[in-house]
């Protein structure tokens, strides 16, 4: 029995060599490069997250100061940006603050916590700033982040991946006139997500004479791509 599986694995392997050696033989010969590209461009849309933050002995007076804050904050919102304002809630919490003895024991409830955050899209960067005053004035206590984005983020994408497959096929054309070889054509190109770093957590200060200032900065754009030429 040993002897039949030991005849068996060699005619397997006879076979898987050859056949691995016929796809060596016709692989052409090639260079394989890598090209980077980053694009840096203007933000056009700015997201902030604004929230109500509010306590009270119960859980009831807690969301009810809360609902009424946030609704004046809305108000004031939809009147500087328009009815048709994006806005949208993206969490809330209602929970009970404790108190811990400092002999052990159980803790107590000493009142709730509710907090509410909704997040604002604007496509006119001027208004970032005044949104954020508007907010704070109308009752707003938090500012969770801020972040600068693009509403095209595709095109932006493909300006990056262009650019990077355009370096890697000039570094194959430099790497095979050094070698006196000449590119015949494209074997293939693997790409990387193209990878977009917007401008997070914008730091601001306000005043109660000048409004809030904003600096949006530029947005990267990164792609890479590996590419492989046939060369002779």
Do not use: W
Not at 27 to 41: F, K
Not at 58 to 79: F, G, V
């Amino acid at each position: 029995m040993n002897i039949a599986r030991g005849v068996v694995a060699a005619i397997l392997l006879f076979f898987v060599t050859c056949i691995a050696g016929q796809d060596t033989d016709k692989l052409p010969p090639s260079i394989r490069t890598s090209g980077e590209a980053i694009v840096m461009v203007p933000p056009d849309r700015a997201q902030i997250d604004i929230g109500v933050t509010t306590q009270a002995n119960t859980s009831q007076a807690a969301a009810a100061e809360n609902a009424k804050k946030l609704e004046a904050t809305l108000t004031r919102l939809r009147q500087l940006l328009g009815p048709t304002a994006d806005i949208k809630t993206i969490s809330y919490t209602l929970s009970p603050n404790y108190r811990y003895p400092r002999e052990g024991g159980e803790p107590s409830i000493t009142g709730y916590t509710a907090t509410n955050i909704v997040r604002v899209t604007i496509d006119d960067l001027d208004q970032v700033g005044k949104a954020i005053d508007a907010a704070t004035q109308a009752g707003a206590n938090r500012i969770q982040s801020l972040r600068f984005t693009l509403k095209d983020e595709r095109s932006v994408q493909a300006r990056a991946l262009r650019e990077a497959s355009a370096n890697a096929r000039r570094k194959a054309d430099v790497l095979a006139a050094a070698s006196n070889l000449t590119v015949v054509r494209v074997l293939s190109i693997v790409e990387s997500s193209p990878a977009v770093f917007p401008v997070h957590d914008v730091a601001f200060a306000r005043t109660e004479t000048a409004a809030t200032p904003i600096q949006p900065g530029n947005i990267e754009v990164r792609a890479t791509v590996v590419m492989t030429v046939e060369v002779r």
